[in-house]
């Protein structure tokens, strides 16, 4: 079906812009004006499902620049919260987000979200619609904060909550920049001295005819096989990659590694408390809006990550819903930490589940943190100290056959 692009004037006479899926133009002209819209110029654009070529919105969609980002969302969310707050109708301050949107992906989804609010639907049945932008979580926060006349607050509580899990992996991408930095410039070193340093040592070495030291034959032969099979190097490194990826997806695969991931050395204990903040600050903060309990660990189960820990949630919905406690069946799980688990026996016993899970993730998100702090502070210098021992190795094998040189030489 044609995709036309128009622009027509608004009830409150402002200019405003979008596209409709129609057959003709005559079509999208009596959709704008049944929305009580003026229509001021209707073009039509690509067709759906046909390939579009190259041009600059395919590039912008390759470099991802025409996505809604998690910080876009929240900007959204916590100005939409303000305006209804500041007692603005919906409607109006969907239309005022739009004009005020930076970027073009945002604005098109409020856009579209505007529109059909101004057809009649509620603001949860709206967002729906764009399943890509709005997860899961989103959609039935909001449709509780309708449903409870409190929208404004639920909308604070998701933008707090995204704020919150932004930060943290932020706070994760930027603690891992240094190391990778480090690691990259210091591979391309040892390769650098490994196919280009080292060959003009080996023609001279091997004029002279001198009996070369056992340390300096590893590296020679290191420099050699890389220089010969380079290209196998790299297919191996990435057929493995493709393999393990592949094995990672199915799902014993993903059981057998995400299991890892919670008992290795260091990374364990960080993982399963990045794990477990996100399951308290999701299931606490879709209970302080108002869903129900079994549906928020529903949606609770999408948002974990690794798989055993999800498969626990699973048994804890069903046990709740047949009127066991939660405490008790996480403690069986055996997967949730004991403070954790006391914290929420604690909620459950006094009627504040809530409240206590937004403590459990507060604790965790801190946990975390400095959990962080100390591994990277141990992973920089464990870096450093294998560079160094590995260039170490080469000069020294290096700086040995030199001078065994000059012995036979002397």
Known sequence: MPVYSYQALDRDGQVVEGVIDADTESTVIANLRGQGRRPLSVSLGESTGKSKGFSLPNLASLLGRDKVRTNDLALFTRELATLLRAGMPLDRSLHSLAGLSEREAMKTVVGDVLNMVREGKALSSALTERPTVFPPLYVNMVRAGEAGGVLESVLERLADYMETSEKNREEIRSAMTYPAILGFVGSISIIILLTYVLPRFTVIFED?????????????????????????????????????????????????????????????????????????????????????????????????????????????????????????????????????????????????????????????????????TRFMSMLEPAMLMIMGLVTGFIVISMMSAVFSVNELVG
């Open 208 to 372: 002279l005819g001198a009996a070369m030291p056992l340390s300096t034959r590893i590296v020679m032969g290191a420099s050699e096989f890389i220089q010969n099979w380079w290209f196998m190097i790299i297919l191996a490194g990435v057929g493995s990659w493709q393999g393990f990826k592949r094995w990672a997806a199915t799902p014993k695969g993903r059981v057998l590694l995400d299991d890892w991931k919670l008992r290795a050395p260091l990374l364990g204990d960080l993982t399963r408390k990045g794990q477990v903040a996100d399951f308290a600050r999701t299931l606490g903060t879709m209970l302080k809006s108002g869903v129900p309990l079994i549906q928020s660990l529903e949606i609770v189960r999408e948002v974990i990550t690794n798989t055993v820990i999800s498969q626990a949630v699973e048994v804890v919905q069903r046990d709740v819903s047949e009127g066991k406690s939660m405490a008790t069946t996480l403690e069986r799980s055996g997967v949730f930490p004991s403070l954790a688990l006391q914290m929420v026996a604690v909620g459950e016993e006094t009627g504040r589940l809530d409240d206590m899970l937004l403590v459990v993730s507060e604790h965790y998100d801190r946990e975390v943190g400095t959990a962080i």
